[in-house]
C-alpha cells in the first residue's frame, strides 16, 4: 500500500488551529508517528497493534480523550485520513474502469470503422455521472446527519462502506434519514448525549433497520 499511496495530504494551517494543539507536545509528536502507520497500513489499524507498536498508553488516552484519535469497535479512526484514502482508492479504481471501457471501445471502433465520436465519449460521460452521483449521495447523508445530531462528522472509511453495503442492498437516502431522526429521539442517546451516534454506528443494517422501523417506544439499550 505504501507503494500505490507513498504520501498523503497534510495542511499546516489546520494542524497549528486544530485540537491537536490542545495536547501535549509529546502526544502530538507520537500522533504523527501513528499517522504514518495508519496510512501505510491502508487505513486499518486496531487499537491493539496501536498500543502494540508503540507503549505510550498515556499519550494514546491523551489523544483518545481529545477526540484526535477515534476508537469504533476497537478499530482506529482519523478521519482526514479516512476521506483521502477513500478518495484516491475510489479515482484509482474508476480510472482503471474507465481505461478498460477506454480499450473496448477502441477494439470496437477498430472493428465497425469509424462511429460517430458522441458514441465513444458517451460511455465515460455515463462513468462521470456515477461517481458525481456515489459522491453526492453520501455527503447528503452525512450532511443531513451532522444536521440532525448536531456533531461534525467527515466520515470514515468504515461508515462509507457501511453506508455503499446499505445502498446496494436497496436501502434509500430517505431510509437513512428517517433512521437518524428515530435515533435522536430514542432515549438512550437523550440520556447519553448522542456519545453514541456515529455515521458508522447508523449505517449498521440491524441499527438501521431498528430505527427504520421503530415505533414511538424509546429504547432504553443499543446492545
Not at 62 to 76: F, G, V
Not at 83 to 103: D, H, P, Y
Not at 150 to 165: I, L, T
Request: aromatic fraction near 10%; glycine fraction near 4%.
Amino acid at each position: 500500500m505504501s507503494k500505490q499511496l507513498p504520501y498523503y495530504q497534510f495542511e499546516p494551517a489546520e494542524h497549528l488551529a486544530g485540537d491537536i494543539q490542545m495536547c501535549s507536545l509529546a502526544a502530538q509528536g507520537l500522533f504523527e508517528n501513528i499517522k504514518c502507520v495508519y496510512w501505510i497500513k491502508g487505513c486499518e489499524l486496531t487499537l491493539k497493534q496501536l498500543k502494540g507498536r508503540f507503549n505510550e498508553p498515556e499519550l494514546i488516552k491523551e489523544l483518545t480523550e481529545n477526540n484526535i484519535l477515534k476508537i469504533n469497535d476497537q478499530e482506529i479512526c482519523i478521519d482526514f485520513l479516512d476521506v483521502q484514502f477513500n478518495e484516491i482508492t475510489k479515482r484509482k479504481k474508476l480510472l482503471s474502469e474507465a481505461g478498460k471501457k477506454g480499450w473496448l471501445l477502441k477494439k470496437k471502433k477498430q472493428a465497425t470503422l469509424k462511429p460517430p465520436l458522441n458514441q465513444v465519449k458517451a460511455p465515460l460521460k455515463q462513468l462521470d455521472k456515477i461517481i458525481e452521483d456515489n459522491i453526492n449521495i453520501y455527503v447528503s447523508f452525512l450532511k443531513h446527519f451532522n444536521e440532525t445530531i448536531g456533531r461534525n462528522f467527515r466520515g470514515c472509511a468504515k461508515s462509507k462502506r457501511n453506508f455503499y453495503a446499505r445502498i446496494k442492498q436497496g436501502y434509500t437516502i430517505k431510509d437513512f434519514q428517517k433512521a437518524i431522526v428515530s435515533a435522536k429521539a430514542d432515549k438512550f442517546h437523550v440520556d447519553n448525549d448522542y456519545k453514541y451516534i456515529t455515521p458508522e454506528f447508523i449505517t449498521r443494517q440491524d441499527k438501521l433497520d431498528r430505527y427504520i422501523n421503530q415505533t414511538p417506544k424509546r429504547y432504553t439499550s443499543i446492545v
